[in-house]
């Protein structure tokens, strides 16, 4: 029995790693959207819509601090863990470094934060909130889902994270209940992460003998300047993703700013399907293309085709359910929201789009491509959105963000062709043949 079911389709599938990676990857990311979704009512009907608003102001103050916590290691990380897999020496001095460096630039950030606060009278109104919520700055420096990505064995990461957040969940369920407790939503949300993060960390160092120890400063100073190009690339995707909202509220009353949030919150959970599929076979194309590039080739295309299907499949079923969504998500039926939902329903489709070339700029390492394709999509993300918001609202800002996927794809595929046309040439070539005799 068991024999015929392990000749199943899906279970063929779960022997693939990269496919293993997407469901493990989905799995965590998931979860922490289902438990954001799920504690926020508990928060706002605990401590108040406007206390509310200051937690929720200090995360966003925290989210931009963490950009220079993980300081590109997320994207170099799984490279370097997965070129590096069959050394456990080199594996436990590049596992080291990035811990320590990602812990380093932690401390630096909350003293940067504190200087701010205490020496220059920023975050006045809610810096005691923000005080607590720095223990996120530490959650994000432990974390491991890098290193378990690199290895292409997520099961420990996504269960530990499941747990996490479910002790969370319980946290400001049981101790958050009243205005008073405010300062400690963050900080559950941080404190839980760090103990599943020690966890995890401790089944590195003794279960996998992958040892943690004090790397030399140098080697800490020399990631930091190879990964300076991945750090400014990674603020500037971090300020066209959330800068969009900033714009709209200059041209937009609170209500139309809530209307479009709840759409927004639904279509960045469909966003993340192109990033998790990136994450997937990141590491699978990074020990690909240095051992057969053209089974990298034949990979990058199943992975281009598999995204845009998926994002397709995506798009078409939230525009026949959009107004289900929305009435599930807020209670209420909201035409305005729908229709913005709609539009941002394909936003998986197109980013769907650059997966392929994301994919070479990792694997080859192009940090100077990567850093200029961000900026130019951004400065795109940005115009768009103050022209299209001031005439059209909140449906003008959806169309902005679809649109930025497309400038993404070909501010990229511009930069790529000058650096690796070789490469391009290659991909697309097999591409052509297989239609052709297809």
């Given at each position: 029995?068991?024999?015929r079911?392990?000749?199943?389709?899906?279970?063929y599938?779960?022997?693939?790693?990269?496919?293993?990676?997407f469901?493990?990857l989905?799995?965590?990311?998931?979860?922490?959207?289902?438990?954001?979704?799920?504690?926020?009512p508990v928060?706002?009907?605990?401590?108040?819509v406007?206390?509310f608003g200051?937690?929720?102001l200090?995360f966003?103050?925290?989210?931009?601090?963490?950009?220079?916590?993980?300081?590109?290691?997320?994207?170099s990380?799984?490279r370097?863990?997965a070129?590096a897999?069959d050394n456990?020496?080199?594996?436990?001095?590049?596992?080291s470094?990035?811990i320590w460096?990602?812990n380093?630039?932690a401390?630096?950030?909350l003293v940067?934060?504190l200087i701010?606060?205490?020496?220059f009278?920023f975050f006045?109104d809610y810096?005691?909130?923000?005080?607590w919520?720095?223990?996120?700055?530490?959650?994000?420096?432990?974390?491991?889902?890098?290193?378990?990505?690199?290895?292409e064995?997520?099961h420990?990461?996504?269960?530990a994270?499941v747990?996490?957040?479910?002790?969370?969940l319980?946290?400001?369920i049981?101790?958050?209940?009243?205005p008073?407790?405010s300062?400690?939503?963050n900080?559950?949300l941080?404190?839980?992460?760090?103990l599943?993060?020690?966890?995890?960390?401790?089944?590195?160092?003794?279960?996998?003998n992958i040892?943690?120890?004090?790397?030399?400063?140098?080697?800490i100073?020399q990631?930091w300047?190879?990964?300076l190009?991945?750090f400014?690339?990674g603020?500037?995707?971090?300020l066209?993703v959330?800068?969009?909202?900033?714009?709209?509220?200059?041209?937009?009353?609170?209500?139309?700013?809530?209307?479009?949030?709840?759409?927004?919150?639904?279509?960045?959970?469909?966003?993340?399907a192109?990033?998790l599929?990136?994450?997937a076979?990141?590491?699978?194309?990074?020990v690909l293309?240095?051992?057969?590039?053209?089974?990298?080739?034949?990979?990058?295309?199943k992975v281009?085709?598999?995204?845009l299907a998926v994002g397709?499949a995506i798009g078409?079923?939230?525009?026949?359910?959009a107004p289900?969504?929305?009435?599930?998500?807020?209670g209420?039926n909201?035409?305005d929201?729908?229709?913005?939902l709609?539009?941002?329903?394909?936003?998986?489709?197109l980013?769907?789009?650059?997966?392929?070339?994301m994919?070479?700029?990792?694997?080859?390492d192009?940090?100077?491509?990567?850093?200029h394709?961000?900026?130019?999509f951004?400065?795109?993300m940005?115009?768009a959105?103050?022209?299209?918001?001031?005439?059209y609202?909140g449906t003008g800002?959806?169309?902005?963000?679809?649109t930025?996927?497309?400038?993404?794809y070909?501010?990229?595929?511009?930069?790529l062709?000058?650096?690796?046309?070789?490469?391009?040439?290659?991909?697309y070539?097999g591409?052509?043949s297989?239609?052709?005799?297809?």
């Amino acid at each position: 029995m068991l024999e015929r079911i392990s000749r199943l389709p899906f279970f063929y599938l779960l022997q693939n790693k990269s496919i293993r990676n997407f469901i493990f990857l989905f799995l965590i990311q998931s979860s922490n959207i289902l438990i954001s979704l799920l504690a926020m009512p508990v928060l706002v009907r605990a401590i108040g819509v406007s206390e509310f608003g200051l937690v929720n102001l200090s995360f966003s103050v925290i989210l931009l601090f963490n950009v220079l916590v993980s300081y590109g290691y997320n994207l170099s990380g799984p490279r370097n863990i997965a070129l590096a897999a069959d050394n456990s020496e080199v594996l436990s001095q590049t596992f080291s470094e990035i811990i320590w460096s990602k812990n380093l630039l932690a401390a630096m950030a909350l003293v940067f934060i504190l200087i701010l606060g205490k020496g220059f009278g920023f975050f006045e109104d809610y810096l005691f909130i923000l005080g607590w919520s720095t223990i996120l700055l530490f959650s994000e420096a432990t974390a491991t889902i890098w290193f378990f990505q690199g290895k292409e064995s997520l099961h420990w990461a996504s269960l530990a994270n499941v747990f996490g957040k479910l002790l969370y969940l319980g946290l400001i369920i049981g101790l958050i209940n009243d205005p008073s407790g405010s300062y400690l939503a963050n900080f559950f949300l941080g404190a839980t992460a760090i103990l599943t993060n020690l966890i995890l960390l401790g089944y590195i160092h003794f279960g996998l003998n992958i040892r943690l120890r004090w790397p030399d400063v140098r080697s800490i100073w020399q990631s930091w300047k190879n990964n300076l190009l991945l750090f400014f690339s990674g603020m500037t995707a971090h300020l066209a993703v959330n800068g969009g909202v900033i714009i709209l509220s200059f041209f937009a009353s609170a209500q139309v700013l809530g209307l479009y949030g709840i759409a927004e919150r639904v279509a960045m959970v469909l966003r993340i399907a192109p990033t998790l599929i990136t994450q997937a076979a990141y590491p699978r194309a990074s020990v690909l293309f240095y051992q057969d590039s053209g089974k990298c080739y034949q990979f990058l295309r199943k992975v281009q085709w598999t995204s845009l299907a998926v994002g397709l499949a995506i798009g078409v079923l939230v525009n026949l359910f959009a107004p289900g969504i929305i009435q599930l998500v807020s209670g209420k039926n909201l035409g305005d929201a729908v229709a913005i939902l709609k539009i941002l329903a394909f936003l998986p489709l197109l980013a769907g789009l650059n997966i392929v070339n994301m994919l070479i700029i990792l694997v080859t390492d192009e940090k100077k491509t990567l850093f200029h394709s961000t900026w130019a999509f951004c400065v795109y993300m940005l115009a768009a959105s103050v022209l299209l918001t001031h005439y059209y609202g909140g449906t003008g800002l959806a169309v902005a963000l679809l649109t930025t996927e497309l400038a993404a794809y070909l501010f990229t595929s511009a930069l790529l062709w000058k650096s690796k046309a070789h490469i391009l040439t290659e991909y697309y070539r097999g591409f052509l043949s297989r239609h052709y005799h297809s």
